[in-house]
């Protein structure tokens, strides 16, 4: 591990002017991430800025029913916050399916999406990865040793293969959830479901926030049908595993048909993957089985399967029809 300056900012206005100052800097929120990649030699950041004391760990309504997110807010604390239990479950939900209880009493809002991808060939030095080390060339493309089991199928190109981590991401991408960030420039608004970068050419731009924006809050609009949400994750097992395949779903049925949906896939998208294609075919259709597995089919028809994880392709068929199912039997309760 490399030394390196530590700093803790006790307001916004010090941790932003410190980034400003350091472009080699890195902020520090609850660590999980960030820690691991110092020590394995991958963030070799010449200062920490530890911004876990600013005053950004409030969940707040909004006069529109939205919610306002702290991006230091821990994860296990947002997940039992009772206006996103009972008005987000898909959030809560999602929350809970990640990481371990002890992981989610660290992990913050804000650095968990930002967290770097599990790909194997990221974490290894001696292996080729085009988003740990620019132009280095892409070991998952060929990898015939389990490794393409986490990798995905949707989004991906001849750079880089690497599936998107995060569970909450998956949830906040159905919600249109917006990111809030600040720099010395000011502050400024970016949607969940344009933060993430496709990888391309540069598999190392992840995001769309720059390397001096601190990420303040994030914020949820109301929707009152996402009382019927819900956030299924298939994994190798039952806990402590990031996912295979991931759905986060909220449903809206009236009179049989389908009014609203909101559809997200996690673990196979190499960004948090906003279901638009399935959304467009199930809008205004018979909620039933039928139409979720011609919506999955949709959604999935561009999907690029690999000898080791070609199987997502259908598992994510089957788990958006499972999740949709499950959802429109419980019914609309708005
Ligand atoms: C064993 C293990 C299992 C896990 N399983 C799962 C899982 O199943 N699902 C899942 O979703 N996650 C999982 N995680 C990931 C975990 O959720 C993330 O490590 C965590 O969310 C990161 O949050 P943090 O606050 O610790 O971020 P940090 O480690 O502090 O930071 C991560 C990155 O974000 C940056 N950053 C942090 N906060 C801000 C901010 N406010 N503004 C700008 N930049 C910021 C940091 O500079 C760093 O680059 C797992 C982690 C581990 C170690």
């Given at each position: 591990?490399?030394p390196?300056?530590?700093?803790?900012?006790?307001?916004?206005?010090t941790?932003?002017?410190?980034?400003a100052?350091?472009?080699?800097?890195?902020?520090?929120?609850?660590?999980?991430?960030?820690?691991?990649?110092?020590?394995?030699?991958?963030?070799?950041?010449?200062?920490?800025?530890d911004?876990s004391?600013?005053?950004?760990?409030r969940?707040?309504?909004?006069?529109?029913?939205?919610?306002?997110?702290?991006?230091?807010?821990?994860?296990?604390?947002l997940?039992?916050?009772?206006?996103?239990?009972?008005?987000?479950?898909?959030?809560?939900?999602?929350l809970?399916?990640?990481?371990?209880?002890q992981?989610?009493?660290m992990?913050?809002?804000?650095g968990?999406?930002?967290?770097?991808?599990?790909?194997?060939?990221?974490?290894?030095?001696?292996?080729h990865?085009?988003?740990?080390?620019?132009g280095?060339?892409?070991?998952?493309?060929?990898?015939?040793?389990?490794?393409?089991?986490?990798t995905?199928?949707l989004g991906?190109?001849?750079?880089?293969i690497?599936?998107?981590?995060?569970?909450?991401?998956?949830?906040?991408a159905?919600?249109?959830?917006e990111?809030?960030?600040?720099?010395?420039?000011g502050?400024?608004?970016?949607?969940?479901?344009?933060?993430?970068?496709?990888?391309?050419?540069?598999?190392?731009?992840?995001?769309?926030?720059?390397a001096?924006?601190?990420?303040?809050?994030?914020?949820?609009?109301?929707?009152?049908?996402?009382?019927?949400?819900?956030?299924?994750?298939?994994?190798?097992?039952?806990?402590?595993?990031?996912?295979?395949?991931?759905?986060?779903?909220?449903?809206d049925?009236?009179?049989?048909?389908?009014?609203?949906?909101r559809?997200?896939?996690?673990?196979?998208?190499?960004k948090?993957?906003?279901?638009?294609?399935?959304?467009q075919?199930l809008?205004?259709?018979?909620?039933?089985?039928?139409?979720?597995?011609?919506?999955?089919g949709?959604?999935?028809?561009?999907?690029?399967?690999?000898?080791g994880?070609?199987?997502?392709?259908?598992?994510?068929?089957r788990t958006?029809?499972?999740?949709l199912n499950?959802?429109?039997?419980?019914?609309?309760?708005?």
């Amino acid at each position: 591990m490399r030394p390196f300056s530590y700093l803790s900012a006790p307001d916004v206005a010090t941790a932003v002017g410190a980034i400003a100052e350091h472009p080699g800097a890195r902020f520090l929120g609850g660590g999980t991430n960030l820690v691991d990649l110092i020590r394995q030699n991958i963030e070799r950041p010449d200062t920490v800025v530890d911004i876990s004391r600013l005053p950004l760990d409030r969940i707040e309504e909004l006069p529109d029913g939205g919610l306002r997110i702290g991006a230091l807010v821990r994860n296990s604390r947002l997940a039992a916050h009772p206006l996103v239990r009972t008005r987000y479950p898909v959030l809560s939900q999602a929350l809970l399916a990640g990481a371990s209880a002890q992981l989610r009493n660290m992990a913050t809002v804000g650095g968990n999406l930002l967290q770097r991808t599990r790909c194997p060939y990221f974490y290894d030095t001696a292996a080729h990865c085009n988003k740990r080390e620019p132009g280095a060339g892409c070991d998952a493309l060929d990898a015939l040793d389990g490794a393409q089991r986490s990798t995905a199928v949707l989004g991906t190109s001849g750079h880089c293969i690497a599936a998107h981590p995060s569970d909450l991401c998956v949830a906040l991408a159905a919600l249109d959830a917006e990111v809030e960030a600040e720099s010395v420039r000011g502050v400024r608004r970016i949607p969940l479901t344009g933060f993430h970068r496709l990888p391309g050419g540069t598999p190392h731009l992840e995001t769309e926030l720059a390397a001096d924006e601190l990420i303040t809050a994030v914020e949820l609009p109301a929707l009152p049908w996402a009382v019927n949400s819900r956030y299924r994750k298939v994994r190798d097992r039952a806990s402590y595993a990031f996912a295979l395949v991931s759905v986060a779903a909220a449903l809206d049925v009236r009179d049989g048909t389908v009014a609203g949906v909101r559809l997200a896939l996690g673990g196979v998208g190499t960004k948090p993957w906003r279901a638009r294609a399935a959304e467009q075919v199930l809008t205004g259709a018979r909620a039933d089985g039928a139409a979720f597995a011609e919506a999955a089919g949709a959604e999935l028809a561009g999907a690029v399967g690999r000898s080791g994880n070609a199987f997502k392709t259908e598992l994510a068929r089957r788990t958006v029809v499972a999740t949709l199912n499950r959802l429109s039997a419980d019914g609309s309760p708005v």
